[in-house]
């Protein structure tokens, strides 16, 4: 799964039975040094959890046309990990608005430019309409910037998508050719693997 050193296992991993829960992330950034952003915030999210964080599945770094805001704002780096973690779904969401913080995230207008984004995507098959944390995260079935990266990180990956008569459970990569078909803005032509992540070896 992934670029992430295989080290998930538990002879590797003495504490990884506590953690118990599996979440989605999605990074972006296109402001500033992106790719090494994102492979830093990879390492944050570890290290800022004090272990409450394992790194298990990885995308590659992806170069993605910017979807809404600002019709002049650079192309994007987007990458997908997938945690287990023993943190709660909010904890988690302060976590990673820590590790926005700690690269200094600028945003000045909704969908503009900036410097880190970290979205949580799914937790467990958590769903909830609460504001400060809508799981799955409301936009990701029709995002391919999230999507490709995603099946690439885990190509067996499903996503709980809103229906007419209620949720239904999706195939990521089904999605993914979906939106590719819909909508020229999230075309997967526009979303194009750059290269494996790097990850320092203490980091999974
Ligand atoms: N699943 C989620 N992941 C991250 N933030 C979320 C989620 N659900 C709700 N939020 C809330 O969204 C608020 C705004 O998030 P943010 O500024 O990152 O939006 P955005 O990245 O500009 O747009 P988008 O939500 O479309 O990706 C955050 O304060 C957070 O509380
Ligand atoms: N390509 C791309 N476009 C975006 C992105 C992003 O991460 N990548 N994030 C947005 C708001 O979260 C809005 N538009």
Known sequence: MGNVPNTNQSHHAPGMDALAHTAVLALGSNLGESETT????????????????????ASGLYVTEPVGGPADQPDYINAILEVRTSLDPYALLVLCQQVEAHHHRVRLVRW????????????????????VLTLPHPRAHERAFVLVPWEQANPQAQLMVRTASGWANRAVAELAREVSAAD????????????????????A
């Open 112 to 131: 503009g430019p900036r410097t880190l984004d970290i979205d949580v995507i799914t937790y467990d098959d958590l769903v909830s309409d609460d504001p």
């Open 184 to 203: 020229s803005h999230a075309n997967v032509n526009a979303v194009k693997l750059l290269r494996p992540m790097n990850f320092m070896p203490e980091e």
């Open 38 to 57: 994102l492979e830093q915030a990879a390492a944050d999210l570890v290290h800022l959890s004090g272990g409450a964080v394992r790194l298990v599945g």
